[in-house]
């Protein structure tokens, strides 16, 4: 039987990429001398090398340590969150949420309103997510993530819960009286985008070099609500999602469908497959939108 001390310290390491970063970083008082000890051990009792030097500090898990880290790593990554449950008596009773702002706003609340009904005493955390990105699911950071994900690797499970359209919205003052607004006509305004090297702007700039559009300037902003935001007051004009195909609404707002064929993206929600069991989990699944 491998000694589990063992294998925590060699997961340390592996993760820190080194025995000194690996004091610093653990969670409980440790030495260099002592890391290596646990690491030797361990590799004396599986007969192999698993970390190897490539730096003065720095260390890296040989091919046999990248599949041992691979095995023990979800174990060490979601012992805390188990340990804690078992301690309060709430084995399904928090549940992290990362999601767009649009679909926050627009979609989460009479979902999360059935969630509370089922389970009144749910802790959630639900954070904007500006990037999508798959290694807060892999880390543990996100139970759940939601979001359009042009790919799904295999270790993500995911359900398709809503879609939305491509709009391009304007100031209400801008808009023609008869008519869609020709983007040519717009562009003395700034544009606003999502911010760079995103697959939103890529999927933005994208748009506009179809229709050999050019705008005079540009303004990042972080979010569908940002743009929105900037756009009703009268500071630009941007291409962005909605999952009410005529477009967001706002007093000062002039929305209108885009593309032809209409452009829409799938919404899902993602999980880790090898999560452990987890009901409320189960229970949001469950009680998801259909698109």
């Known amino acids: 039987m491998i000694d ?5 310290g060699f997961h340390l390491v592996a ?3 080194g025995y000194a970063k690996a004091v610093r970083a653990a969670p409980y008082p440790i030495t260099q001398p002592a890391l290596h000890q646990q690491v030797r051990k361990l590799e ?5 090398t698993l970390l190897e030097r490539i730096g003065k500090d720095t260390m890296q898990p040989t091919p046999a340590g990248a599949r041992l880290l691979e095995f023990v790593t979800p174990f060490f990554r979601d012992l805390p969150r188990v340990v804690q449950t078992l301690r309060t008596g709430e084995f399904d009773g928090a549940l992290s949420i990362h999601a767009e702002s649009l679909l926050i706003r627009q979609l989460l609340p009479p979902w999360l309103a059935a969630l509370r009904r089922k389970r009144p005493n749910a802790q959630l955390s639900l954070q904007e997510l500006v990037r999508v990105d798959l290694e807060l699911l892999r880390s543990g950071a ?3 993530l939601i979001a359009h994900l042009p790919e799904v690797p295999g270790d993500v499970a995911t359900q398709r819960i809503a879609v939305v359209h491509g709009c391009l919205v304007l100031p209400k003052e801008r808009a023609p009286k008869r008519g869609k607004p020709r983007l040519q006509e717009l562009t003395d305004m700034p ?3 999502y911010p760079p090297n995103t697959r939103h702007q890529a999927l933005q700039l ?11 300037s540009t303004i990042a902003l972080d979010t569908a609500d940002a743009i929105l935001g900037f756009v009703e007051s009268g500071l630009g004009w941007s291409l962005v999602p909605s999952l009410d195909p005529e477009g967001p609404k706002g007093r000062r707002l002039a929305a209108y469908p885009w593309g032809s064929p209409r452009v829409t993206f799938p919404i899902v929600m993602a999980w880790r497959k090898d999560a452990p069991e987890h009901p409320l989990l189960d229970e949001l699944i469950a009680c998801a939108p259909q698109p």
């Open 4 to 8: 589990l001390h063992r294998l925590a």
């Open 44 to 48: 004396q009792e599986v007969g192999v």
């Open 142 to 144: 996100a139970d759940v």
């Open 15 to 17: 993760t820190s990429g």
């Open 191 to 193: 544009f606003l985008s």
């Open 206 to 216: 994208q748009a506009l070099a179809m229709q050999a559009v050019v705008p005079s």
